[in-house]
């Protein structure tokens, strides 16, 4: 592993990268997790010759300044063993930091979609509890966790989850008519899962809901197409061929329409 010079070299390698992705976020719409990858790929020594050690410093020096960017990415290093030992009461640290320091952040701000996966992070920790951390299993605090990133910070992946709560015993107690519509706020934000399920659920129709075959269709060939590519793709496929094999050709028809005529819409997402 080459060396360098740790402390100017990392300084400077820190500042330039976050000050790099505080400039290109907004107008690359992207997620707290591809803002991260940037962040590791520019100072992982691809382009700049920075060894891990320095890298990790810089992200350290970042993190004690309170850059919610440099605490996500120790944040995920540390959670899935990365360059760093697996450590997740480390890792609930520092998302926690973020939720704690930010919780009132403006949501449409730079860092919004950090810190609403932050609280989504926190949350999940808290559902299971973090033993090493002396933290103990809440689910209700973690489900008011998941609830303030998807209501305060409008966050897509917050709301997708929190329909699937609505369709869990264990949840927030079943109501389909809560689900759709969470399902809803997700999926016109581009949300692809929750494309699918609430494409599936107005197909098919539910408790409250009468089955509306050629928007639930619509909704299905939308998630085919934003999910293409990637590991979601399998089961959003399998909800649209379902629908597809008893629709009737008419609806089949015009759903298509409608969802390449919509479709545009999500381009930016």
């Not at 719409?29 to 100072?43: E, K």
Request: a negative charge; aromatic letters at 8%.
């Amino acid at each position: 592993m080459r060396t360098i010079r740790e402390h100017s070299l990392a300084s400077a390698a820190a500042g330039f990268a976050l000050a790099f992705l505080a400039a290109v976020i907004p107008a690359q719409a992207q997620t707290a997790a591809d803002a991260a990858l940037d962040l590791a790929n520019m100072l992982d020594g691809a382009g700049g010759g920075v060894s891990g050690d320095a890298y990790i410093s810089a992200l350290e020096n970042a993190a004690e300044a309170g850059q919610p960017l440099a605490l996500w990415q120790l944040g995920t290093m540390y959670e899935n063993g990365e360059g760093v030992d697996k450590d997740p009461a480390r890792a609930f640290g520092y998302f926690a930091q973020i939720a704690n320091q930010h919780a009132d952040a403006a949501p449409k701000g730079v860092e919004a979609d950090i810190v609403a996966q932050s609280f989504v992070k926190v949350g999940d920790y808290y559902r299971e509890g973090v033993p090493d951390a002396g933290i103990p299993a809440d689910i209700d605090r973690s489900h008011a966790l998941l609830l303030h990133a998807a209501t305060y910070f409008g966050d897509a992946d917050a709301q997708y989850r929190v329909g699937l709560l609505y369709t869990e015993e264990g949840g927030l107690g079943v109501n389909a008519i809560q689900s759709a519509r969470w399902f809803s706020l997700a999926a016109r934000k581009g949300h692809c899962l929750a494309q699918a399920r609430l494409g599936d659920m107005l197909f098919n129709g539910v408790q409250g809901i009468e089955a509306q075959p050629v928007e639930g269709l619509m909704w299905l060939n939308l998630s085919h197409i934003r999910c293409q590519g990637t590991v979601d793709q399998a089961q959003v496929d399998d909800l649209l061929n379902r629908a597809s094999s008893i629709a009737l050709p008419e609806d089949r028809t015009n759903a298509a329409a409608l969802a390449e005529s919509i479709a545009p819409q999500f381009a930016n997402f």
